[in-house]
C-alpha cells in the first residue's frame, strides 16, 4: 500500500486522491494531520472563519492520524505526531510513504519511522530555487534538507524551478518524476462554459463597465502577494499622457481578504480621485463553487507576488477558465504557466513602472492572448498525468 501524509484536506490535493482511486491501480490511504478546512475553521491570513463549500473526504480512503492537541497547519511545531507509525505501516504492508513537504514536524518524523523499517519515502512539495536569503539562513536548512533528501527515494517535481532546488541538492534524474502542479481542471471548465452567457450579468453585479478591461487580483491580502502592486501599477499607468488622452477604460476586481485590505481601499480612494469615479471593486472571499465567476467576469488575473508564492494555483484557475495572466518572475509557476503565453505575461517583480506597461499592453491589446491558448496550455498541467506518472512509480516499485 502507499501511505499519502498529508497536513489536512486541501482543496487543490483531493483531485489527484479521487483519481487515484477512480483509476484503481495503487492500493493506498490518505492519512491526514488535521482536519483544517472541513468545518468551519478561523484562517490567520484571510481573518475570517470559513470551510470549503465542496466535499474533500469522499471518494478515497482516508484516516485522521493522532497529533497534538490545538493542531495548527501554519506552524512547524504545530502538528505533531502523538502516535507511532510503526506498527501502522506494518498492518497496512506501506510499500512506500508519500509525504506533501516539509514545513510541519510530523513529515519528519514520518519519514524517520520509515527510513528505520527500510519504507521508501516520496516527496511531492513546493519549494524552489527562486528565493534567496543570506547564508547564514540558509545554512541550517541547507543541511536539514541534506539529511532528509538522503531518505528520499522519489522527488515527485512540480515545476521547472521546483526540480531546480532539488538539483541544486544533486539530485539524479532518476530519482526526478514531473508530476504537474494542477487544479481540478475539469470543474473549472464546465464552471467557466456555463457562467459565460451571463459574463455581462457578473460584470454589471460588480460595477465594471461593459468597455473596460478587467484585471483581476485573487488571493489572500497579504504582503507576500504584493496587491497594492496592482493598484500601483493603474495609478502610474492612468497619469501617463497616452492613457488620459485615449478612451481607454480598465477596472480592478479584488477578490480576497487580509490585513493589507484598509490599505488597498486607501489606495483605490487616491485612484478614485485621480480618475473621478471608481475604478475598484472589492469582491471579499470567493469560496471554491463561485471563485470561476471572478475568472470569467476579468480580462486578465494579475499575480504581482514575490518567491514567497511557491507556485500560484490561481493562474492554474485563470487558465482553466480561459483568463489570460500576468505573473510576477518570482513566482513559482511564472516560467511553466505564463512565459509558454507570451514573454510579456511575466513581469520583474516589484517593478512597478514595468507592471504598468504589461497592463497598457492588455488594455490597448498590443498582448492578446486567445482563450483556446489559455486552455490548452492548463491542459498540460492535469490530474490525468499525475496519475499516470505515480501509477507508473509504484508498479515499478513493488515489481522490484
Given at each position: 500500500m502507499l501511505a499519502?501524509?498529508?497536513?489536512?484536506?486541501?482543496?487543490?490535493?483531493?483531485?489527484?486522491?479521487?483519481?487515484?482511486?477512480k483509476e484503481g491501480t495503487i492500493p493506498f490511504e490518505v492519512w491526514y494531520l488535521s482536519d483544517h478546512g472541513t468545518k468551519p475553521t478561523y484562517d490567520i491570513q484571510f481573518g475570517k472563519t470559513f470551510a470549503w463549500d465542496i466535499?474533500?473526504?469522499?471518494?478515497?480512503p482516508y484516516r485522521f492520524l493522532k497529533v497534538n492537541p490545538k493542531a495548527d497547519v501554519s506552524r512547524f511545531e504545530g502538528l505533531r505526531l502523538e502516535e507511532s507509525l510503526s506498527a501502522l505501516f506494518r498492518e497496512k504492508n506501506v510499500q512506500a510513504l508519500w509525504i506533501q513537504g516539509w514545513q510541519v514536524l510530523a513529515y519528519w518524523q514520518a519519514v524517520w519511522v520509515a527510513h528505520r523499517q527500510g519504507i521508501p519515502v516520496w516527496l511531492r512539495a513546493e519549494t524552489n530555487d527562486l528565493h534567496t536569503s543570506h547564508w547564514y539562513k540558509r545554512l541550517p536548512r541547507n543541511l536539514a534538507l541534506t539529511q532528509l533528501f538522503k531518505w528520499v527515494s522519489q522527488f515527485l517535481y512540480i515545476g521547472s524551478a521546483n526540480r531546480r532546488?532539488?538539483?541544486?541538492?544533486?539530485?539524479p534524474d532518476s530519482r526526478l518524476i514531473h508530476t504537474p502542479y494542477?487544479?481540478?481542471?475539469?470543474?473549472?471548465?464546465?464552471?467557466?462554459?456555463?457562467?459565460?452567457?451571463?459574463?455581462s450579468f457578473l460584470r454589471q453585479q460588480w460595477n465594471i463597465p461593459a468597455d473596460a478591461t478587467c484585471f483581476l487580483f485573487c488571493g489572500k491580502f497579504i504582503t507576500k502577494k504584493h496587491p497594492l502592486d496592482l493598484l500601483e501599477a493603474v495609478i502610474l499607468l492612468v497619469k501617463t499622457d497616452k492613457f488620459l488622452g485615449s478612451q481607454q477604460k480598465l477596472h480592478?476586481?479584488?477578490?480576497?481578504?487580509?490585513?493589507?485590505?484598509n490599505?488597498?481601499?486607501?489606495?483605490?480612494?487616491?485612484?478614485?480621485?485621480?480618475?473621478?469615479?471608481?475604478?475598484?471593486?472589492?469582491?471579499?472571499?470567493?469560496?471554491?463553487?463561485?471563485?470561476?465567476?471572478?475568472?470569467?467576469?476579468?480580462?486578465?488575473?494579475?499575480?504581482?507576488?514575490?518567491?514567497?508564492?511557491?507556485?500560484?494555483?490561481?493562474?492554474?484557475?485563470?487558465?482553466?477558465?480561459?483568463?489570460?495572466v500576468l505573473v510576477s518572475d518570482q513566482c513559482g509557476c511564472a516560467e511553466d504557466l505564463a512565459l509558454p503565453l507570451d514573454n510579456?505575461?511575466?513581469?520583474?517583480?516589484?517593478?512597478?513602472?514595468?507592471?504598468?506597461?504589461?497592463l497598457q499592453t492588455i488594455v490597448d491589446g498590443s498582448l492578446s492572448i486567445s482563450k483556446q491558448k489559455c486552455l490548452a496550455l492548463s491542459e498540460n498541467y492535469s490530474v490525468d498525468k499525475v496519475v499516470t506518472q505515480v501509477t507508473k512509480a509504484y508498479c515499478e516499485l513493488i515489481s522490484l
Open positions: 499519502i501524509l498529508t497536513t489536512h484536506p486541501i482543496q487543490y490535493q483531493v483531485p489527484l486522491w479521487k483519481a487515484l482511486a466535499d474533500t473526504l469522499s471518494g478515497y532546488l532539488y538539483k541544486q541538492f544533486n539530485v494542477f487544479i481540478d481542471n475539469e470543474r473549472f471548465m464546465r464552471a467557466a462554459q456555463e457562467l459565460a452567457p451571463n459574463r480592478i476586481l479584488m477578490v480576497g481578504d487580509g490585513e493589507l485590505y490599505s488597498l481601499e486607501n489606495k483605490a480612494r487616491e485612484l478614485e480621485t485621480l480618475c473621478g469615479h471608481s475604478l475598484v471593486t472589492f469582491v471579499g472571499f470567493l469560496n471554491q463553487t463561485d471563485i470561476p465567476k471572478a475568472y470569467v467576469a476579468a480580462d486578465c488575473l494579475v499575480l504581482p507576488s514575490d518567491a514567497g508564492e511557491t507556485w500560484g494555483l490561481v493562474v492554474n484557475e485563470a487558465l482553466a477558465c480561459g483568463c489570460p510579456r505575461s511575466v513581469f520583474s517583480c516589484g517593478n512597478i513602472p514595468q507592471l504598468a506597461a504589461r
